[in-house]
Structures are given as structure tokens and as C-alpha cells.
């Protein structure tokens, strides 16, 4: 079984110099220490239930019953209370009801930290609330006769609706990183791309075309970014190409650069070793690396 949401507060804020009031002290004047511990009994019951108190002849003889004072003195307070403005008169007459705007306002002071807070929308007194609720996410429900209910609370929306925009952004921003590169490449790029690709398409005749613009682009990075030479991008292209292991493994301009390192180490090893790794290109079409291939 869903439990009930919780309307009432267990405790509520009481000003120390309460009895200062104009209001309070005329209470006080006319009814003495009784008019006093009347209203605070009020006030205790109107937050117990929340932010109101019905208050009918019923609920007048049982208030009075249980504080043990008369009922038509407790009435005589009470009116003397609606018309000093420490309850809302209008709402009284109107619908019967014992509240006001500083109840309210100390209500929801005291609530702002729960999830939703549901209010009669004929009763409600309060008109700004962001300085009662400050940055609090609580949704404040306005409930009309029909039970339709409207959160006044804008707070918790426009943040969302803000985060949702930077978000959106961000994403865009993202995107446009991704699909529209910051430099467009040179020919002399097109031209490497190009390259990888006819090597390719030699060792395999069915190899599927790639986005050649992306490789152009991945070779102005390695020749930006990295600092290789077009003429060690070149010797390199042509030699993973000729090898029997390589050729099957570098398939993309992006994967010769990620392995551009670990290839010059494999064949510095071979050369050091007077064992050039093998190769079936012809020698007239191999550049010597001897000038730039392992250049500092």
C-alpha cells in the first residue's frame, strides 16, 4: 500500500519577540494570557494539518472542549483574530477557513525540501515565491475544484529546460567536431590517400572504397600533428603494402598512423641487422630510406 503524502509539519517557527506584534499584543490586551494561548493553538493545529484550518461551529466546540475554555470566548478571540488580520478574513467568510500569507510563507519554508507540495488554489495567498524558495526544485501544485493542478514552482522547468539546451549544444558542437574537420586537407593529402588506396585495391581487387576524403584528412593530422614528411607517409604507404604481413593489417590511412612508430621500429630492427624485411616491390620503385625515413 502507497503511503499518503505527508501534508502537516511537525514543527513551525515561533519569534521570540511574537508578543511585540501590534496584532498579537491587541489579542493579548483584550483576552489577556488566554487570547495568546489561543492563537498559539491555532497556529499549532493549522500546521499540523498543513497550511489551513476548517474551521466550523463543529470544529469550534471541539477546540474548545479540548483546551477547556468556553466556546463563545474562544469564538470572541477567534473573530478578534480575523479582524486584527492574523487569519485572512475574506478567506473565512468565503470558504470558511482559518490561514494567511505569513502562514503560507513559513509553510513552505518548512517543505521546500520535499519532492511536491499540494495547495487549494482558492486558498492560496502567496505571490513570490522564488524568494521563499530560493533554488529548491519542489513543485507546488495548485489544486483547482476540478482537481487539476498546475505546478507554480517554475524553478525545477527552467533548469531543466536550460540543461537540456547546453546539452543540445554540446552535442551539435560535438557533431560539428566530428563531421567538419578544422582544416581542410592539401592535395598533396588527397594525393597519399589516393595512393593507400590503389595499393590496395592491387593486393585486393574487391576492396570497398573508402570516404578517401577522411583518409586525406587523417593524413594532413599524421603530417600536422606528428610531423612526418609526405616523403616517410609515401615510403611507408608503399612498403606496408608489400608486405606479407602488414598489407592484410594497414587498411586505412588512420591505421598507418596509429602504427607509423611501430613499423619504422621493425624495419630500423631489420636494417641494423643487414636483413632488410622482405619485400616483392621492384628496387627501382622503392625510395631509399636511408635520407629521411629515420630522420630525428
Request: net charge positive; proline share 4%; charged share 30%.
Amino acid at each position: 500500500m502507497v503511503r499518503p503524502l505527508k501534508a502537516g509539519i511537525d514543527y513551525f517557527p515561533l519569534d521570540v519577540d511574537i508578543d511585540q506584534d501590534d496584532k498579537v499584543a491587541l489579542i493579548e490586551a483584550r483576552h489577556g494570557i488566554e487570547g495568546f494561548g489561543v492563537m498559539i493553538k491555532l497556529l499549532m493545529k493549522i500546521y499540523k494539518e498543513g497550511y489551513v484550518y476548517a474551521w466550523s461551529e463543529r470544529e469550534e466546540l471541539l477546540f474548545s472542549k479540548r483546551i477547556h475554555m468556553n466556546q463563545e470566548k474562544v469564538q470572541q478571540i477567534v473573530s478578534d483574530c480575523l479582524n486584527e488580520g492574523l487569519f485572512n478574513k475574506t478567506l473565512y467568510e468565503k470558504y470558511g477557513v482559518l490561514t494567511s500569507h505569513g502562514i503560507q510563507k513559513r509553510y513552505l519554508e518548512a517543505v521546500k525540501r520535499r519532492k511536491e507540495v499540494r495547495i487549494c488554489k482558492h486558498y492560496f495567498l502567496l505571490e513570490d515565491l522564488e524568494s521563499i524558495l530560493g533554488h529548491s526544485k519542489t513543485a507546488i501544485y495548485l489544486v483547482d475544484q476540478d482537481g487539476k493542478e498546475v505546478n507554480v514552482n517554475k524553478n525545477p522547468v527552467e533548469r531543466q529546460h536550460s540543461d537540456s539546451q547546453k546539452s543540445q549544444r554540446k552535442e551539435k558542437q560535438n557533431k560539428e567536431t566530428q563531421t567538419s574537420p578544422p582544416t581542410k586537407y592539401n592535395p598533396r593529402d588527397l594525393e597519399m590517400a589516393t595512393l593507400l588506396f590503389d595499393l590496395m585495391k592491387q593486393n585486393n581487387p574487391h576492396v570497398k572504397k573508402p570516404n578517401i576524403e577522411k583518409w586525406a584528412q587523417d593524413c594532413r593530422l599524421m603530417h600536422e600533428q606528428d610531423r612526418r614528411t609526405y616523403e616517410q607517409i609515401e615510403w611507408l604507404i608503399r612498403w606496408s603494402q608489400a608486405d606479407s604481413f602488414w598489407k592484410s593489417n594497414i587498411l586505412s590511412m588512420d591505421k598507418l598512423r596509429k602504427k607509423f612508430d611501430q613499423l619504422i621500429i621493425k624495419i630500423k630492427a631489420a636494417r641494423e641487422q643487414n636483413s632488410e624485411p622482405s619485400t616483392p616491390m621492384p628496387y627501382h620503385q622503392q625510395p631509399s630510406p636511408n635520407t629521411f625515413l629515420f630522420k630525428e
